[in-house]
């Protein structure tokens, strides 16, 4: 009941609690921000961001998931708006016209191939590729969540796994046998 206590405070402008949840959920955040934009500096506004928004709207906070995965999601939306913000121009993708995917849920690499070689892999996709990557396998949303994130369907959003995870084993072939450029 710990978190419940502190969340009911910091929604009566407790500064201490606030404080409390800050320093709880920091370092996590942090991380998860820099899964996405790569950059310290970058992850530190971004978790600025998202912890003064998750006070502002913290009324809107129900209970009905943890606050770390309330706040998680802010993060992970403040982290994909700024990249897409320093992107000059985007241009969205219709993707609903192209038939439903079948799913494959096998995601096991070779053992030779190290996490390191994974993350790399992964950073070198495209941006549209690498947050459904990101989202589905490192942070666990579901396609649900992902496609009300992203704002694509969740058909998009299976398609874009699939071949997210497609270029994924391309590119460890790729740097895993050297036939890369």
């Not at 000059?88 to 439903?100: A, C, F, G, R, T």
């Not at 942070?139 to 058909?155: C, F, P």
Request: proline share 1%; with cysteine.
């Amino acid at each position: 009941m710990f978190q419940s206590n502190v969340v009911e405070k910091c929604k009566q402008n407790d500064r201490s609690a606030q404080m409390q949840l800050y320093r709880k959920y920091c370092d996590g955040m942090f991380i998860v921000a820099m899964r996405f934009v790569k950059n310290s500096d970058d992850a530190e506004d971004i978790l600025q961001e998202s912890f003064i928004k998750a006070f502002q709207k913290l009324h809107q906070f129900k209970g009905d998931v943890t606050f770390g995965a309330w706040l998680k999601r802010i993060v992970i939306n403040k982290s994909i708006d700024f990249l897409k913000a320093k992107k000059d121009k985007i241009v969205p993708l219709d993707e609903s016209y192209m038939q439903v995917v079948q799913e494959d849920d096998n995601w096991n690499v070779p053992s030779v191939i190290s996490l390191e070689q994974v993350r790399s892999a992964i950073d070198d996709l495209q941006d549209k590729y690498r947050y459904v990557v990101l989202m589905y396998l490192v942070e666990g949303y579901d396609h649900q969540e992902i496609s009300e994130v992203l704002n694509i369907s969740e058909s998009a959003c299976r398609t874009r796994l699939l071949r997210g995870k497609g270029h994924l084993k391309e590119l460890l072939k790729e740097k895993h046998y050297g036939t890369g450029s």
